[in-house]
């Protein structure tokens, strides 16, 4: 009866100790950027477009470690990672702790959930 119960809990656990590693997310659709989750400074942002800008699909993520972060990608090719990692290796750590919230979220944003967030992305 409980393990159910027990199950839902445990995946929960996971998923939010997974998230928690998380500095931000980025999703790419059509050539345009959404900040999913987290706080990513405004120069950053705009290398970042002009790098993605005719990428059809992808979403970037960072992860927390011990030197500051690791950048990981899906839906872009190898030229374009490594420059993305380059621009995020030249961002200084302070620079991304003290990074402004994004201003309105949706709330695909708040939950963090790339497809909730681009249906009630306000920016059209």
Same mark, same amino acid.
Request: hydrophobic share 45%; aromatic share 10%.
């Given at each position: 009866?409980?393990? !159910?119960? *027990?199950?839902?809990?445990?995946?929960?656990?996971?998923?939010? =100790?997974?998230?928690?590693?998380?500095?931000?997310?980025?999703?790419?659709? &059509?050539? #345009?950027?959404?900040? $999913?989750?987290?706080? $990513? !400074?405004?120069?950053?942002?705009?290398?970042?477009?002009?790098?993605?800008?005719?990428?059809?699909?992808?979403?970037?993520?960072?992860?927390?470690?011990?030197?500051?972060?690791?950048? =990981?990608?899906?839906? $872009?090719?190898?030229? #374009?990672?490594?420059? *993305?990692? &380059?621009?995020?290796? *030249?961002?200084?750590?302070?620079? %991304?702790?003290?990074? #402004? !919230?994004?201003?309105? !979220? @949706?709330?695909?944003?708040? %939950?963090?959930?790339?497809? %909730?967030?681009?249906?009630?992305?306000?920016? @059209?």
């Amino acid at each position: 009866m409980y393990l !159910p119960i *027990l199950a839902v809990v445990f995946v929960v656990f996971l998923f939010w =100790t997974w998230r928690s590693n998380e500095l931000f997310c980025i999703s790419v659709r &059509n050539g #345009k950027l959404l900040i $999913v989750r987290g706080r $990513v !400074p405004a120069g950053l942002m705009g290398e970042f477009r002009t790098v993605l800008s005719n990428v059809q699909s992808a979403t970037i993520r960072v992860q927390k470690t011990q030197n500051g972060g690791r950048l =990981t990608a899906s839906g $872009v090719d190898e030229g #374009k990672l490594q420059r *993305l990692r &380059n621009i995020f290796g *030249l961002c200084p750590q302070a620079q %991304l702790r003290s990074a #402004k !919230p994004i201003v309105n !979220p @949706s709330l695909g944003q708040v %939950l963090g959930i790339a497809w %909730l967030a681009w249906w009630l992305d306000r920016r @059209s």
